[in-house]
């Protein structure tokens, strides 16, 4: 018998539907929504409108470009935590009404472990257990997971997501909103050893980016004089705006290389404490080609077996929560119409 589950994603400023069919996604919409550029970010109250505009007519497409009806859906499968509350009340409110009207199980689903779970949808597979580096905008975790319901946090961020640091930095650099593309963008124009940002020195497998933007701001104050905040190396605006033009390329390389390492370095420290050698990426920050090198360069030199998702399932998308909620299906894994969304939670 096939299994059917028809999924909803609306945790920040993507409104997406996906329909899997026994582990198979047949679609995955996507509709973004542009009218945050002007502002620099996501703006919360525009997103969840934008949302309620969207969510009905990328359903609808969804279901169509699979050629599946509505009622022979098995389950409706939704992202419940985390993200922005007014976008998730869209979704989630969308995806109970449906299950409700046409008597099909709700499945809730996190986001982040649907982020972990997009390893599985194409083929090749990893192997259980494997770890997962997963990197977005508001999370940098370091995942274990034994099974498709089965996962455990082993290391994370104490402040920053690395993400942020890619859209902070962005930012200082006078780049438009989203940044951390950008970066990726002019960094490979650039040389990574031009600049040297320092490494935290965190104990154990967690993450911290906040000193490193810290020392990336005193660095374009000072006009690439100094990473630390000194009153005699302090620039001008005219000098630090002139310096970041001239050497625009090598700044962002060296951000990027500097980020990557931070990641890389406490990923190959959590394969030796481990011993896995199935190794995966995730999250939207996966897309970044800086990453995804240096990421497959690791996995030869250290003879990990390394996985990545396709593009169009790294930033937020339905395609993962689909993938989820079927493996959520098969393990009877239902919650009931009284399920709220939850801005943040744990797994």
């Known amino acids: 018998m096939t299994v059917t589950i028809l999924a909803i994603e609306s945790s920040c400023d993507e409104t997406s539907a996906s329909v899997c069919m026994d582990g198979k996604i047949r679609s995955n919409i996507i ?6 550029e002007q502002f620099g970010g996501v703006v919360p109250e525009l997103a969840s409108r934008a949302h309620m505009q969207n969510i009905i007519p990328v359903a609808d497409k969804a279901l169509k470009d699979a050629n599946c009806e509505l009622q022979t859906v098995d389950a409706i499968a939704f992202t419940q935590s985390p993200g922005l509350i007014g976008s998730l009340l869209v979704g989630s409110q969308f995806a109970k009404s449906l299950a409700q009207s046409l008597n099909k199980p709700l499945i809730a689903v996190h986001h982040m472990q649907a982020h972990v779970l997009a390893n ?12 997962c580096l997963t990197v977005s905008g508001g999370h940098t975790q370091i995942v274990l997971c034994e099974s498709p319901i089965k996962m455990k946090v082993i290391g994370e961020t104490i402040d920053d997501a690395a993400g942020e640091a890619f859209d902070k930095s962005a930012k200082l650099l006078g780049l ?10 002019y960094a490979k124009d650039g040389n990574a050893d031009r600049f040297k940002f320092p ?7 967690n993450f911290s980016f906040s000193g490193l933007k810290t020392s990336i701001l005193y660095f374009l104050q000072n006009a690439g004089k100094s990473n630390l905040y000194k009153e005699e ?9 002139g310096f970041i033009q ?25 394969a030796i404490e481990t011993g896995i050698a199935d190794i ?10 800086g990453l995804r090198k240096a990421f497959e360069e690791a996995g030869k030199k250290y003879q990990w077996r390394t996985f990545i998702p396709a593009f169009e399932y790294c930033t937020d998308n339905a395609g993962m929560i689909a993938i989820t909620g079927y493996y959520k299906y098969l393990a009877g894994e239902f919650t009931d119409l009284s399920v709220t969304a939850s801005a943040r939670a744990d797994w």
């Open 31 to 36: 509709a973004g929504q542009k009218v945050h």
């Open 120 to 131: 599985l949808i194409d083929n090749p597979k990893p192997n259980f257990p494997f770890l």
């Open 176 to 185: 438009p909103y989203p940044g951390g593309p950008l970066i990726d963008k």
């Open 199 to 205: 490494e935290p020195h965190i104990p154990g497998l």
């Open 233 to 241: 190396f302090n620039a001008t605006e005219e000098e630090k705006q």
């Open 246 to 270: 001239n050497n625009l390329a090598d700044i962002c390389a060296s951000i990027q290389h500097r980020i990557v390492t931070i990641l890389l370095n406490k990923l190959k420290k959590a």
């Open 280 to 289: 995966c990426l995730a999250g939207g920050v996966s897309a970044n080609s």
